[in-house]
């Protein structure tokens, strides 16, 4: 939309509410709730997730190619490992947000063998899945 001078204009844009009802699997062999993204709110600029984290389940590893990721942790405790060799970790628990730039491979791992962890995760990424890069730590 546009006003007179040109310049968009977003007050008569409608909001869109998500109730996510049935989870995907996704590239990091993760199940999520998809929640915003370019595909079900028509986002141009984000995406915005719950991932839950079966008990002692670990993500696959990988990267987003020229995104930023947060997650803010609603439960558990995960482990993620991040660098070229995934030798670097950070453990965060409920409260916890977590920043991780663009292009940095990781993993994430709950520590639990008996409770799912979960987390919100978003991206200036409106297509989700597309820019989720597999990360093989031993190339050949």
Do not use: W
């Not at 991040?82 to 791992?109: C, M, R, W």
């Amino acid at each position: 939309m546009s006003n007179s001078n040109g310049k968009s204009d977003h007050n008569n844009a409608d909001l869109i509410t998500i109730r996510p009802e049935c989870r995907v699997m996704t590239c990091q062999k993760l199940p999520y709730f998809v929640g915003i993204s370019g595909a079900t709110a028509g986002a141009t600029g984000l995406s915005m997730h719950l991932v839950v984290i079966p008990p002692g389940a670990i993500a696959a590893p990988h990267f987003h190619q020229g995104f930023e990721t947060g997650i803010y942790v609603l439960e558990g405790q995960v482990e993620t490992r991040y660098g070229t060799k995934l030798e670097k970790s950070s453990i965060n628990q409920a409260g916890d947000f977590l920043f991780i730039p663009p292009g940095v491979p990781h993993t994430a791992i709950n520590l639990s063998q008996t409770e799912s962890a979960r987390a919100i995760v978003s991206r200036n990424d409106p297509n989700e899945q597309e820019n989720v890069v597999p990360y093989n730590i031993h190339p050949n």
